[in-house]
């Protein structure tokens, strides 16, 4: 895994120490642009410290926030720009992303961290029919498009029922925010910078299992990735693999495993469920013939059947089998049955043999 992840987030280097996080010391040129070897926590941390650099109207808060969080994504933020632009705030995550909607309104870029993605629910009023909602409800006049609201979601080996969760389709039934999940530090720099600067609420999902495991050259400067822009990080010929966020590298096990055997993949990285790419993963299947979707959150109402909806009313005549789903299974989120529970790559494997093979 260790090295896998090193060849799909393109290079590992020792751990140092920069901005007050857990960072690598080695940096390098490439060309006229300077990067760093830094894992995803320490590119969200970077990504902050830029933001809050860049725009003075900029806040940073949510649980522990101004301790550096649980997990560490915020530390040194508070010192370096003091407690009235960094600061903790209640357990409450109704109140956060309330607080957080009023502040965006008066134009300033609020910046709110949902500690773990299980405990968004209480907020999910004030996400849904508060700020999705606020542009439109008056006709354009106001708004609270600085909002953006980080949560860290997926699993990580032990979190059980509520450390674990992937509720990303709830969100992505919902007209007036976007929804932003990436797979590497370097993505997630210029994706949580796209999302903080868009004119919409954003809600950004950080792949906790990620944070400390993937690590990656990264530009120092300022950058952005555009976000709804879907990408091909894998060609091939046999069939398309669509995922989002820390599944990609265990699709891109598969990948290489169905390599072995003869079988070509294109891999895409969807970065923006909502709203997402159609014409990249429509391009690819009519190329391919067939698609399988992967995603950690449970089968029955994922953004996998999203996804499968549309590629079959846009693709139908071009499929030469089924659409394939591999996600979690229709039940809560376990704790020692979690290797059971997720859509792992052997499951992906024997997914995209079935379908090559329909």
Aim: with cysteine.
């Amino acid at each position: 895994m260790a090295s896998l992840l090193s060849r799909f987030c393109r290079k590992v280097a020792v751990p140092g120490s920069a901005h007050g996080a857990r960072m690598v010391s080695t940096t390098t040129s490439c060309g006229s642009e300077t990067v760093k070897s830094l894992n995803l926590y320490s590119a969200i941390n970077q990504a902050l410290h830029i933001a809050l650099e860049t725009d003075p109207r900029s806040y940073v808060f949510g649980e522990d926030v101004g301790f550096g969080g649980v997990f560490r994504c915020t530390t040194g933020l508070a010192e370096r720009f003091g407690k009235n632009r960094v600061f903790n705030t209640p357990l409450c995550e109704q109140g956060i992303v309330g607080f957080g909607i009023g502040l965006a309104a008066m134009g300033n870029r609020a910046v709110v961290e949902i500690q773990f993605a299980d405990y968004i629910y209480p907020a999910f009023d004030q996400i849904v029919n508060e700020a999705a909602k606020f542009r439109y409800r008056s006709g354009n006049q106001f708004n609270c498009g600085g909002l953006t609201i980080r949560a860290p979601y997926g699993a990580v080996g032990h979190g059980g029922h509520y450390h674990s969760q992937s509720p990303e389709a709830f969100f992505c039934h919902v007209p007036g925010i976007k929804v932003v999940i990436p797979r590497s530090p370097r993505e997630a720099k210029g994706l949580l910078l796209s999302s903080i600067r868009d004119p919409n609420p954003v809600v950004f999902f950080e792949p906790k299992w990620l944070y400390r495991q993937a690590v990656e050259e990264v530009p120092e400067h300022d950058y952005m990735i555009p976000l709804s822009e879907a990408e091909v990080i894998r060609e091939g010929n046999d069939i398309t693999l669509v995922g989002w966020g820390a599944q990609l590298t265990v699709m891109e096990q598969a990948c290489l495993d169905a390599e072995k055997e003869g079988i070509s993949c294109e891999l895409i990285d969807l970065k923006t469920l909502l709203p997402w790419d159609k014409e990249t993963v429509e391009a690819s299947v009519k190329k391919t013939g067939r698609l399988l979707i992967s995603h950690e959150a449970p089968v029955t109402g994922g953004f996998g059947a999203e996804i499968s909806a549309t590629i079959l009313e846009r693709c139908f005549l071009k499929l030469e089998a089924p659409v394939s789903r591999v996600c979690g299974l229709d039940t809560p989120f376990p704790l020692v049955f979690e290797p059971f529970y997720m859509p792992t790559k052997n499951k992906i494997l024997d997914a995209i043999k079935s379908t090559v093979n329909y």
